[in-house]
């Protein structure tokens, strides 16, 4: 069983800053790509922050700037580090994973299970 865990939500006030952890763990033979995405009540899942394998990360406009993410394939972890949060920001944040299981050929994916991040005074 692959698993996706995350850690580092929390509240914080407009302007500070915040880091997450997600760490993936299983029978996982090779990760394609990492990211962040988020979601507000009645509202799509959106794309935050990804990185592939190929090194070139992708920000969501609203986070260009402030928001940078990182990797550390050794460990199959990846973080987010959220500087000058805004109110706007506030959401459930969810890790994502792109992964090849051990014995496979086939592209899965797989999520965290949400850390609510909240920004406010």
């Known amino acids: 069983q692959v698993q996706l865990v995350e850690s580092g939500g929390g509240l914080v006030q407009p302007g500070g800053s915040l880091r997450l952890s997600c760490a993936a763990s299983?029978?996982?033979?090779?990760?394609?790509?990492m990211g962040w995405y988020r979601q507000a009540p009645g509202k799509q899942r959106e794309l935050v922050a990804s990185m592939p394998s190929g090194g070139r990360a992708n920000y969501a406009d609203s986070v260009k700037g402030r928001f940078t993410i990182s990797r550390n394939n050794a460990k199959n972890t990846v973080y987010l580090q959220m500087n000058s949060l805004k109110p706007e920001d506030t959401d459930v944040y969810y890790c994502?994973?792109?992964?090849?299981?051990?014995?496979?050929?086939?592209?899965?994916?797989?999520w965290g299970q949400g850390t609510l991040v909240t920004v406010s005074s």
């Open positions: 299983g029978s996982i033979s090779t990760i394609n790509a």
């Open positions: 994502n994973a792109k992964f090849f299981r051990v014995g496979t050929y086939v592209l899965e994916d797989a």
